[in-house]
């Protein structure tokens, strides 16, 4: 069993992580360890593997080898829905939303996910206290306003702040957020640092985010991807000391933009 | 008031369900309108019902429903009939065994989707019908199991048609009013989810595959009621009952009437109903008939009767933008965007 020190597994432990499409090694041989409330963030150029590694830990895709423990847990082997039932939630780089259902019954629907015992077949309209609890979601990612508004609806930025709202939902301890940002209007992105920062310390996050303003100040751990391996690892300062990084990925950006 | 306030909506379901009960007590030649008409479009509408609950809420489109109106309907037949139960125990038992056969059923085909599925249960419906042929000493064969006298429950002579026609209305209401309240519990929600994305429901902790097996089951219950209604009215029940024309009815009447709608389904068992009596009037080719009605139906009026409206307004917003430019800024993104937008989602899905 692996041990930090005070007497507490790991949440997340991730060892010879990889995965195969084809001839494309997405992940090749990732290791990567994360204590109970730290704040991690991953970075890497576009197609580096870093949505893949999100998918292998929350199951999505099964790993063509190596292992992921969760919390202590062999979780390798299991159901993406076992592990969201252990705390882990995420978003997706592409929302993944209930389009025909309103925010509020997108919300509702990540409230009253096993293992939480809910009655299937008491109205929805009578679970006061979890209607309240999707106001207070709402209102945490910023829309409040439009609670009975359908997901598809939404604009794109009003759409990704619904994805994180659902994560939320699900009570997690692990959060994964898979650009949460991408298509945000500078004033959104400041909603999401806002909410990020005011997160519950004992939530352990692991975000992968393009926006190093947002990168590098959410995380007190930057995991640089590069190729599907991890490339380095370490403080923000060591990331933005670091020429490597500046040549593959940073240096890159500045071009493309 | 506007067309769609609470008010109205209550008062045009009450003044319905008023026209629904006098229906048998007004109308001429009541063997031919309580009952050809009437209870035949109560127990088909009932069928439309169990499949569109099913493609509604889960996205899966069914064409084994029959089979579980069969199951009900043999075993039914064949207590009472060659066993000489009484009624209420071998109802019970033919809905409990249609529930079964779907879980059963359901808790395999639902791992294919689209047209496999849509195979598979064919392929389940086709194997009834050959079981019904086969296995004749549960089913007496080609002749079927026929003379079943509708019983009399709590002083209800089934026998009498307009008895018959109010239980008809009665369950068929009550399913509607089931389907309609699961529509806002946690249950119906999350079959909702999965429809729309089950790769979230997933991530969220849901077990899509049981959610299915679940809503499918749910889907043979309401199938095998509408097998009780149908013995009634049939008095009998022969394999050609759950041949492959028979499984088309069922398609037909969903489409036609909506099949994204729940009144849908008894909107189009009706028009089905309705088509099949009076087509013979006019010409003998009945199934030629609702072939064509069917493919003009699906190219279009995809979202079926019960979609009419919302279709035409949907164009007369499209138009009124179209012709007025100057008036664009006014109508907002929900007008022409919005409109096409919903039904060129829905035609697809
Ligand atoms: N489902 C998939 N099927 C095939 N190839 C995939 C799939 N998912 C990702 N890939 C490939 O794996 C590589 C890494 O992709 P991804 O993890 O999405 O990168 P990132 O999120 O860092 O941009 C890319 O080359 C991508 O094309
Ligand atoms: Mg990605």
Known sequence: MTDSGNGQAQALRVQGLSRRFGGIRAVSDVDLDVEHGDRVSVIGPNGAGKSTLFNLIAGLYKPTGGTVELFGEDITRLPSRKRAQRGLTRTFQTSKLFLDLTVADNLYLSLAAPPRSVNPLRSVLRDAERSARVRELAEQVGLAGQTETPASELSHGEQRQLEVGMALGGDPKLLLLDEPAAGFSPSERAHLVDMLTNLAPSITLLLIEHDMDIALVIGDRIVVMHEGKKLMEGTPDDIRQSTEVHEIYLGKRHEDT | ?349
């Open chain 2, 1 to 349: 008031m506007r067309l769609s306030s609470p008010a109205v909506r209550w008062t045009a379901r009450g003044v319905l369900l008023a026209a629904l009960i006098i229906y048998p007590f007004v109308v001429p030649q009541p063997g031919f309108w309580v009952v050809n008409i009437g209870i035949k479009s109560l127990w088909l509408g009932v069928m439309a019902l169990s499949l569109i609950f099913l493609y509604k809420f889960t996205g899966l489109l069914s064409l084994g429903q029959l089979a579980f109106w069969g199951a009900a309907g043999y075993t039914i037949g064949y207590l009472v009939q060659l066993q000489g139960w009484s009624f209420a125990p071998a109802i019970a038992l033919g809905i409990v065994f249609g529930i079964l056969l779907g879980a059963l059923v359901g808790s395999f085909a639902i791992r294919a989707s689209g047209v496999y599925f849509l195979m598979l249960t064919l392929a389940v419906a086709q194997l009834m019908y050959f079981a019904a042929l086969q296995a004749s000493q549960f089913t007496r064969g080609h002749q079927g199991i026929t003379g079943i006298r509708p019983p009399t429950f709590l002083g209800l002579d089934l026998v009498s048609a307009r008895t018959q026609y109010l239980v008809a209305l009665t369950i068929a209401v009550l399913l509607y009013v089931l389907c309609r309240y699961i529509e806002g519990t946690p249950f119906g929600l999350a079959l909702r989810g999965l429809r729309d994305s089950p790769e979230r429901m997933r991530a969220l902790g849901y077990n899509v595959y049981a959610y299915k097996v679940v809503a499918f089951s749910f889907a043979a219950f309401i199938a095998s009621i509408g097998g009780v209604l149908a013995i009634f009215y049939n008095r009998q029940i022969v394999p050609d009952g759950v041949g492959l024309i028979r499984t088309i009815d069922v398609l037909i009447a969903a489409v036609v009437g909506g099949v994204i709608s729940l009144p849908g389904a008894f909107i189009g068992a009706f028009a089905l109903t309705m088509v099949q009596n009076f087509s013979q009037f006019f010409t003998s080719r009945y199934l030629t008939l609702t072939g064509v009605v069917f493919v003009v139906v699906v190219l279009f009026f995809p979202q079926g009767i019960a979609g009419l409206w919302r279709q035409f307004t949907g164009y007369y917003l499209w138009a009124h933008d179209r012709w007025r430019p100057a008036t664009r800024d006014a109508v907002e993104g929900k007008g022409v965007g919005a409109g096409a937008a919903q039904l060129s989602e829905r035609s697809t899905d």
